[in-house]
């Protein structure tokens, strides 16, 4: 079941409503604003009028969806990144990422306020904890920590947890923001890369073979490269970063020459691969961008058998 399914059979439970019930008030609520609001948005506010509030309810990691306010989690750290320092438009401050799973998913948990980065600085949270997570926020498939929420440690058990990162198998046209995706589509467009250095020892991003952590350092050229895919529902402009760019076909020199890229570059069109990641929103042009985590080759004895399945 999707995310949506899963939050119209929540609120059937807390309701004594069956699900029919539920989805109609959806699309009546989403007929009144218009259609400016997603299906699971206006979930949540039926739910609402219903009386259902999910502030204290804990959620299993796989019932999170996009938008939504105030989550809560159980679950365990099983990966915490460096803490990175940042200056956007004249704001400074620090950022860590933790990788929470349960029984269900997993969730990429970033965290914002200092309170909560200390926790990670001074080792009072680490990888392997269960924590429990309150009043976060829910932006582009990831949960979000603002000084309003909560994480700490807890002493409730937390069962075999999904460390492997999920994804939801379906078409372009079926996607939206938020979501993680697999899909097998076929490249059409190819954009010509763009260069940045990271440092070979936190993989932070390094500037005139300067890291802001480790000094003065011999620093790994990285490429980021994006193109549009098509499966034949939609189309979605992606970006691929890193060794996935290998994993299209091509090698180093290809990828870090201009020159030889553009020799190159045709051969990738019309390539067929399977791509996972996650869909958020590319905030420089307000639209849906596909950010590529894996690329897998097509294996034959699949497509086989999807053709078998359709007879």
């Known amino acids: 079941m999707n995310n949506y399914g899963q939050l119209i059979a929540k609120i059937s439970e807390y309701a004594k409503l069956n699900s029919d019930e539920i989805e109609r008030r959806v699309e009546a609520k989403r007929a009144k604003l218009s259609g400016l609001v997603s299906k699971e948005g206006a979930a949540q506010i039926v739910a609402a009028e219903l009386g259902i509030n999910f502030d204290k309810e804990k959620m299993k990691i796989s019932e999170?969806?996009?938008g939504m306010k105030r989550a809560n989690i159980l679950?365990?750290?099983?990966?915490?990144?460096?803490?990175?320092?940042?200056?956007?438009?004249?704001?400074?401050?620090?950022?860590?990422?933790?990788?929470?799973?349960?029984?269900?998913?997993?969730?990429?948990?970033?965290?914002?306020?200092?309170?909560?980065?200390?926790?990670?600085?001074?080792?009072k949270l680490k990888t392997g904890d269960i924590v429990e997570i309150s009043n976060g926020n829910v932006r582009n498939g990831e949960l979000h920590l603002s000084s309003f929420s909560d994480i700490k440690q807890s002493k409730q058990e937390v069962g075999n947890v999904v460390t492997k990162k999920m994804f939801n198998q379906k078409k372009l046209i079926e996607t939206k923001v938020g979501e993680s995706l697999k899909t097998r589509a076929y490249i059409v467009q190819v954009f010509d890369p763009h260069y940045f250095e990271i440092c070979p020892e936190c993989r932070r991003k390094a500037n005139e073979g300067e890291c802001s952590v480790h000094g003065k350092i011999n620093p790994i050229k990285r490429a980021i490269m994006n193109i549009i895919l098509d499966d034949g529902t939609e189309t979605i402009r992606s970006v691929i970063v890193g060794e996935n760019i290998n994993l299209l076909?091509?090698?180093?020199?290809?990828?870090?020459?201009?020159?030889?890229?553009?020799?190159?570059?045709?051969?990738?069109?019309?390539?067929?691969?399977?791509?996972?990641?996650?869909?958020?929103?590319?905030?420089?042009?307000?639209?849906?961008?596909?950010?590529?985590?894996?690329?897998e080759g097509v294996s034959a004895d699949e497509l086989i058998k999807e053709l078998q399945a359709k007879q």
């Open 249 to 295: 076909g091509l090698d180093d020199e290809q990828i870090f020459s201009l020159e030889k890229f553009a020799e190159n570059k045709n051969s990738l069109l019309g390539e067929e691969k399977i791509f996972s990641g996650n869909v958020r929103t590319n905030t420089m042009f307000n639209n849906a961008e596909f950010s590529i985590e894996k690329v």
């Open 75 to 123: 679950g365990k750290i099983i990966d915490v990144s460096p803490v990175r320092e940042f200056n956007k438009n004249n704001r400074q401050g620090k950022v860590v990422n933790l990788l929470v799973a349960d029984e269900s998913s997993n969730v990429k948990v970033v965290l914002w306020d200092t309170n909560h980065i200390n926790l990670i600085e001074t080792g």
């Open 64 to 66: 999170l969806v996009q």
